[in-house]
């Protein structure tokens, strides 16, 4: 596999070395190149077209907040901030580098983290960032006309909101932005008028050190009045081991102890839950249903060919085992131009008669298949391929399953189950997902005597559908 190349910006020789030396510790990838400014940044993206940059944001020359917006601005590549948050001007720098289009944010290694974890980190975090799909940011071509409100440092600060909040109950508007999400977060909440009568809930995968001051800046930016929240907590890599419920509460175990809640939504896939449930009879009647459930298998295969195979973005494979086809090359703008092959994902979905094949088997097939539909594919030289069987991806529909899929409420009043493989009346789709927690939150809610609706009713039939339903 080709390694994923790196640039690295940074302006402290000492530091610079650093992110060198632990990047070369990874055979998956090189440093192309290494500057110490904004301009130099500029000029070795355009020439050497790196996957991804490290990039400072106090640099000489040109700082790292121009230099991202340029190079968003004529050659888009994901670029992963390894900056300082020791001031609020250097953290409101970083921030509106996000929000030019710059896809993660790091703090620099410090001398007393001798543990390995922060060199982990960012090795994960390089790789992360390569693989994310990067647009034009039009800001640097428009001038200051696109550009978002300068950021005043003395803006005062919002007091944290109390939560839950007294009084009636407040419309509320949820968004959820991860990595590279920031700029897209100002965009929307830009366009949401000020002093609306809802509440609105951001939540955004950010390094912690860059979290606090956030809503600071996001207040600037869009007018609106934010808040950090605190008080809740998220636990990452926290597996659920078992679940006991209680008279008042139930106890949820994880690797790091146990923990006691007033109601669980356990919304994990239908293998996993049967692990998790109480080991005594009170079990066996949801242990049942659920041991009519089979798994379903997807299998991803992607291509990576020497050229252009079609012009078509994806397509739709009818009467073959091959069944979508994604031009994964047509999203990456920039990159296609730069070297005018095609990167296709073919997806094939209820892939049972894969999961037993070999890698070379399904490749010798796939691209048989796909030579039918685009001829081009005969001439064309198959670079590198990859082959991803997702055994466990879904679960299948199987006749009569339907009457086996289990209601949100259980036989333990504290506990309710949300997943697609619940009954919602949906298949196993993202939308079915969804409208599981809908109703998880709806059952929720009656049992503690609020007879709260949350799904929206589907839209009535009409034309031929209307005659089949
Ligand atoms: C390759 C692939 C392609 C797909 N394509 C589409 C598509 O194009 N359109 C579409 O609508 N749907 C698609 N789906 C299906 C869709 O992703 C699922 O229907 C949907 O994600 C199900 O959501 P869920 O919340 O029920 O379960 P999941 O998304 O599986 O979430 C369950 C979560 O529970 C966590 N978990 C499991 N055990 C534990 C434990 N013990 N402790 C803590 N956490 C645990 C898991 O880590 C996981 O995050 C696709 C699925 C796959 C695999």
Request: glycine residues 8%; negative net charge.
């Amino acid at each position: 596999m080709a390694r994923i190349r790196v640039l690295v910006i940074e302006d402290s020789l000492t530091v610079r070395k650093r992110l060198v030396e632990v990047i070369g510790t990874d055979s998956d990838l090189e440093v192309v190149a290494e500057g110490d400014n904004g301009r130099t940044a500029i000029e070795l993206c355009r020439t050497l077209r790196p996957d991804v940059i490290t990039l400072d944001m106090n640099l000489p020359v040109m700082d790292g907040v121009s230099a991202t917006e340029h190079i968003m601005g004529h050659f888009p590549t994901p670029i992963l901030i390894v900056s300082s948050s020791t001031n609020r001007g250097d953290l409101f720098k970083t921030y509106d580098a996000l929000a030019a289009g710059a896809v993660d944010v790091l703090e620099k290694p410090r001398a007393e983290d001798a543990d390995g974890a922060w060199e982990k980190k960012f090795l994960a975090a390089i790789k992360l960032v390569s693989r994310i799909r990067v647009i034009t940011h039009i800001r640097a071509r428009l001038g200051s006309v696109g550009r978002a409100p300068v950021a005043r440092l003395d803006t005062p600060v919002v007091a944290p909101v109390s939560w839950p909040p007294t009084g009636e109950a407040r419309s509320v508007i949820a968004l959820g932005a991860s990595t590279g999400g920031p700029g897209a977060l100002v965009d929307v909440l830009r366009e949401i008028p000020t002093g609306i009568d809802a509440t609105l809930l951001v939540v955004l995968h950010i390094d912690e050190p860059f979290s606090s001051a956030f809503a600071d800046w996001l207040g600037v930016q869009t007018g609106h009045p934010v808040a950090y929240a605190r008080g809740g907590e998220v636990l990452l890599r926290s597996a659920v081991t078992a679940i006991g419920p209680k008279q008042d509460q139930v106890g949820v175990l994880t690797g790091s102890g146990e923990r006691q809640f007033d109601y669980v939504v356990l919304a994990a896939p239908f293998q996993n839950v049967a692990t998790l449930l109480p080991s005594d009879e009170s079990a066996k009647p949801l242990n049942r249903q659920l041991a009519n459930f089979e798994p379903s298998s997807i299998t991803g295969i992607h291509l990576w060919f020497d050229r252009e195979i079609t012009p078509l973005p994806h397509a739709v494979l009818l009467d073959r085992t091959i069944q979508w086809m994604f031009h994964k090359s047509k999203f990456h703008e920039s990159r296609e131009q730069a070297d005018r092959g095609s990167y296709i994902e073919l997806v094939v979905s209820a892939s049972k008669s894969l999961v037993q094949k070999s890698r070379e088997e399904i490749l010798e097939l796939a691209t048989r298949e796909l030579a039918e539909f685009f001829p081009a594919v005969l001439e064309a030289k198959l670079v590198k391929a990859t082959v991803i069987k997702e055994i466990y991806a879904t679960y299948a529909i199987l006749p009569g399953l339907d009457k086996y899929r289990p209601m949100a409420k259980t036989q333990w009043p504290r506990i309710f189950l949300a997943g697609d493989w619940t009954a919602t009346g949906w298949p196993a789709t993202m939308e079915g997902a969804v409208r599981s927690g809908y109703l998880a939150a709806e059952a929720l809610m009656e049992s503690r005597g609020h007879g709260k609706k949350f799904v929206i009713p589907d839209l009535p039939s009409t034309g031929f559908m209307k005659l089949c339903w």
